[in-house]
């Protein structure tokens, strides 16, 4: 039996129960990772309002926020270490706190919860009380019915290879650095609990390297081989790295509105997904300033309205013109509920006319509170229609389907040396033309689809020609944007020497011939490049998609690139005699529930292709699709290039 949707909901709703049940009269701090949780599938800070919290804060705390609070609830994503014990310690170290409860994921490096409330108390002073939870499932984030992500994760990337680097059979949980070895850790810690809350049974497969290490560390982990022997529900849980083929990761291939107003409105503060609506429209306050901040922002998770919710599914599975239609057909239905006087229109759906809908509901104080959420999410359709950087979105796409036919056609020299002219410095920049991170998009786009380059003198000097043009680039931006700062490790013009924009472009340009090696182990899945023929153009063919088709072969045939990682003795003794006589070794189709688990981050198009893929290969199969992070073009360069990513997490 699969496990149905409204059970992952309530799974994700668990989590939060035993901080549901402690938090009246006190003051709840949240680490971003959590807040995130929180936000998306646990009801949002209403949630512990209603349940008697005093407040909700941030951790770390801003000096101040803890006092006069007697009582304080933590809620940390992972473990009490780094930079989160310090957090913990500097509010308690306040002096007012006298009861303190902490909800964590994991145990921490000193142990248990006995040892952890030693340690609070300790913190305290003399005279505190202190609890320790150990939370059961995960902190999810439910982004849509078949994706969930672990906020807590969102750093993690699988590494890429160096030149010749290990091969992905050689590398272990021990060859890994610190930081990452925790991540692992943690991820498979949440994975355990996930599937014990869900009463899973299942079979780990693996795409890639890192894929291999967490697919073999849950398979051997203790309490997951005790869970799978009790456990009823059958389900095969496949891994794939990231870095074997970003070009999914910051290509313009899917036609999702969802996708696009991710990747063009501005973040919520503090979160890695979700993202900032505009809501003066709503308002009487006349101003035309982007960045008024007088009114609250409204953002895309609705976890307690149903019809923004059902909303924000169409956005996530309907091509951009049917999600349109939604987001009108629902604006039309709510104002005709309320007697709003309301023309329909028919044809086309512009942005104008859904702000003149929108504009119905103004001065209708019911109607507004009724019909909050769906405001909010046609509101963001509206913002993301008008936004530059969507019509810039058509030109990417262009560009990518430009490239994959050159890319058939000659060496990547000579398409290094056609991407020259157009790297141009800010003041020669019209509003169509690419930015700095808008090139880095288009290289990472590059190096990946074209897989391993012959390299030689043509290569190196035409690489160093766009480095030129780049570092110049970087050097004559007035202020480099938040992504640049994170790539250059300089948060203002003022101290970015030409030395260190040489440095994060050089670097740059290593990590890139290391995606374009990252498939060279591959035998199956070595290709993400379809160099076409007289009668069909060049295109891209997703690195998942393969994955997704090869599971749902009706033949079966034994996975190539497909690993099985066995969890005992009778696995290996199976494999063993499989060489000899014919033993049917686990299939990843053989299971009435598949998921996929993106090491790295998935994109909404990845999403929706696989649920349709599966839904037309394997009508009876469930999909769930699991990540570190939901991606844009913009947020998976940042994680690729960023200085600050996965540093080791320690209280200095």
């Keep these: 039996m699969a496990v149905p949707v409204s059970e992952l909901r309530r799974v994700c709703r668990q989590a939060w129960e035993p901080v ?3 938090a009246r009269r006190a003051v709840v701090f949240l680490d971003a990772a959590s807040a995130e949780a929180l936000h998306w599938g646990g009801g949002g800070a209403g949630e512990l309002l209603a349940a008697g919290a005093l407040a909700v804060r941030a951790l770390p705390a801003e000096a101040g926020e803890a006092a006069g609070a007697a009582r304080v609830v ?21 002096g007012a706190v006298r009861h303190c409860v902490l ?16 340690t609070l108390r300790r913190w305290m002073g003399e005279g505190g009380r202190a609890e320790a939870v150990l939370r059961g499932p995960p902190l999810l984030a439910p982004v849509s019915a078949e994706l969930c992500l672990l906020p807590a994760l969102a750093e993690l990337l699988p590494p890429l290879p160096g030149p010749g680097g290990p091969g992905p059979t050689e590398v272990g949980l021990g060859a890994l650095p610190a930081e990452l070895r925790a991540a692992v850790r943690a991820l498979v810690g949440d994975l355990d609990a996930l599937f014990t809350a869900l009463g899973l049974r299942e079979e780990s497969f693996a795409v890639g390297a890192l894929s291999r290490v967490v697919a073999t560390e849950l398979a051997s982990y203790a309490p997951a081989r005790n869970r799978r022997r009790m456990a009823t529900t059958k389900a095969s849980v496949v891994f794939v790295d990231r870095t074997l083929d970003l070009a999914g990761a910051v290509g313009h291939h899917g036609d999702s509105l969802a996708e696009k107003i991710l990747s ?15 809501m003066v429209e709503l308002t009487a306050l006349k101003t035309t300033d982007e960045t008024c901040n007088i009114i609250a922002p409204g953002c895309l998770a609705q976890p307690n309205d149903p019809a923004a919710k059902a909303l924000w599914e169409s956005f996530m599975n309907l091509k951009q013109k049917e999600a349109v239609m939604e987001a009108r057909r629902h604006l039309v239905e709510a104002a005709s509920r309320e007697n709003l006087p309301i023309k329909m229109s028919m044809g086309r759906v512009t942005p104008e006319q859904l702000s003149s809908y929108i504009q119905l509901f103004r001065n209708n104080l019911k109607a507004l509170e009724n019909h909050c959420g769906l405001l909010q999410l046609v509101l963001a359709t509206v913002q993301t229609l008008k936004h530059p950087q969507t019509s810039k979105w058509d030109n990417f796409l262009a560009f990518e389907r430009l490239l994959l036919q050159t890319i058939g056609d000659s060496e990547m ?6 991407l020259l002219p157009m790297i141009k410095s800010y003041n020669e920049r019209m509003k169509d033309d690419y930015t700095c991170e808008d090139f880095l998009v288009l290289l990472v786009y590059m190096y990946s689809v074209v897989g391993e380059i012959k390299s030689g003198k043509e290569l190196d000097t035409a690489e160093e020609e766009v480095k030129k043009a780049l570092v110049k680039a970087i050097c004559d931006e007035p202020e480099p944007s938040p992504v640049l700062q994170k790539i250059t490790g300089c948060d203002s013009s003022l101290n ?9 472009v050089d670097n740059i340009f290593w990590s890139l011939r290391d995606i374009a090696r990252a498939r060279m182990h591959m035998k199956q899945f070595n290709s993400v490049h379809n160099p076409g023929s007289n009668t069909h153009q060049a295109s891209y063919k997703p690195l998942l998609k393969q994955v997704v088709e090869e599971i749902c072969n009706p033949d079966r045939p034994d996975p190539v690139d497909i690993e099985h990682m066995s969890s005992g003795l009778t696995d290996l003794l199976k494999t063993g005699f499989s060489m000899f006589m014919k033993v049917n070794r686990p299939h990843p189709g053989d299971y009435p529930l598949l998921i996929i688990f993106m090491i790295g981050g998935v994109t ?3 999403v929706k292709m696989v649920k349709d893929l599966v839904a037309t290969r394997k009508p009876g199969t469930q999909v769930i699709v699991l990540s570190s992070a939901l991606l844009t073009p913009c947020s998976a360069i940042e994680l690729l290039f960023a200085t600050d ?5 320690t209280d200095i």
């Design 74 to 94: 933590f809620v940390v994503s992972g473990a009490l270490r780094g930079g989160t014990a310090a957090a913990v310690r500097g509010v308690l170290g306040q």
């Design 20 to 22: 549901l049940a402690r």
């Design 496 to 504: 970015l020497t030409s030395q260190k924009a040489i440095d994060a």
């Design 604 to 606: 909404v198009s990845e």
């Design 413 to 418: 020299p000579s398409v290094l040396k056609q």
């Design 645 to 649: 990513r996965l540093q080791p997490d």
């Design 264 to 278: 063009v409105l501005p973040k919520l503060p503090g979160h890695k997904t979700d993202v900032m609506v505009n």
């Design 103 to 118: 909800v964590s994921g994991g145990e921490a490096e000193g142990g248990g919860p006995a040892e952890l409330e030693e």
